[in-house]
């Protein structure tokens, strides 16, 4: 069953107490590479996206989790950066402060049989990490999950939901609270596609 996991992540963060309530924002299309949402087709969805978003709330997190299509298209490691500095920039005209999650997020076997764990644009999303600008580590679902976290081989089934909402909760909540921010604010999450 394809789903997706940030409603349990929303979930999460309130149990644990790290947020009071959740707005969740998502922007995601599947199965684009990241020049479609840079300077492509999708770019005015997600310019229209953070417009919308910034009319009405400040996010306190953003989760960047793409790459998929990237590996198997063979997107170069400096075109990826490349295209995910020009996001992150248009993202900072909005929201100079909000943190920055990269996801290592590349493995659908239906596309990539020869797929490797230090695949280039793995080791792309593991570069673009820079605590300094506020961008930081996000889940690295390549290593997190296991055969049945998928349920064709790629998208997240019911228990890699609950492992990308787990793993997230926590790292958001370790993040916010080492920045010195309240538990009290309103929390609210942008996230980039799965594919």
């Known amino acids: 069953m394809h789903g997706e996991p940030l409603t349990p992540l929303a979930d999460r963060l309130i149990e644990s107490g790290a947020a009071d309530r959740v707005v ?5 299309i599947g199965g684009h590479p990241i020049a479609d949402f840079a300077s492509g087709p999708l770019r005015p969805m997600l310019d229209d996206a953070v417009g919308a ?13 793409q790459g998929e299509s990237d590996l198997a298209l063979a997107t170069s490691p ?11 920039a248009r993202l900072r005209a909005q929201w100079p402060q909000a943190p920055v999650f990269v996801s290592v997020a590349t493995k659908c076997l239906p596309i990539l ?3 490797r764990a230090d695949n280039a644009i ?10 300094a600008r506020g ?32 793993a997230y909760a926590e790292l958001i909540a370790r993040t916010r609270g080492q920045k010195g921010q309240s538990s009290v604010e309103p929390f609210s999450a942008s996230a980039a596609p799965a594919r």
């Open 24 to 28: 969740l924002a998502v922007a995601a």
């Open 53 to 65: 978003l910034a009319t009405h709330y400040k996010p306190t997190a953003i989760i960047w989790h």
């Open 78 to 88: 400096e075109d990826y950066r490349r295209d995910f500095e020009a996001i992150v």
């Open 113 to 115: 049989r020869d797929w």
């Open 122 to 131: 793995a080791t792309a999303q593991r570069q673009l990490v820079d605590p």
């Open 135 to 166: 961008i930081y580590a996000g889940v690295d679902t390549d290593a997190l999950f296991a055969d049945p976290d998928r349920s064709d081989e790629c998208h997240m089934a019911g228990s890699g939901q609950q492992k990308f909402a787990k």
